[in-house]
């Protein structure tokens, strides 16, 4: 046998170089350009399957996205700014703002100091 035998790649490069050997230079000019052509056509497919993992990869960031948005509490809404208050017995004052409502709590020291003398300004 030959000495080629045991390793099929070098026998095929073997027959692969003499076959080469005999070429005119017009054929290998087609044969290089012919390889050229395949070369750069195998591109677009290796982008595109580069391009489905990472859609798949967006798709999956995009659900748990909404996932965790759905999941997420709602968001507290501002106290309106008026509001109903109360007095010791619960009975409903006023629809008042803040300041009011404050004021409506404090009715017992606000009627004390209407009872108060007032002095004489000079």
Known sequence: MNMHAD?????????????????????????????????QARHPRAAV???????ALAAALLAVGVVWQRAA????????????ALDGDGDVLLEADAEQID????LDFYAWLADQPQEQQR
């Open 73 to 84: 509490p709602p968001a507290r809404t501002p106290a309106p700014a008026h509001a109903v």
């Open 7 to 39: 390793d099929p790649e070098k026998r095929y490069r073997h027959l692969f170089d003499r076959a080469c050997a005999g070429l005119d230079a017009a054929t290998a000019a087609r044969l290089r350009g012919a390889r050229v052509r395949a070369l």
């Open 103 to 106: 004021m409506a709590r404090d």
């Open 49 to 55: 399957r580069l391009l489905i993992p990472a859609g």
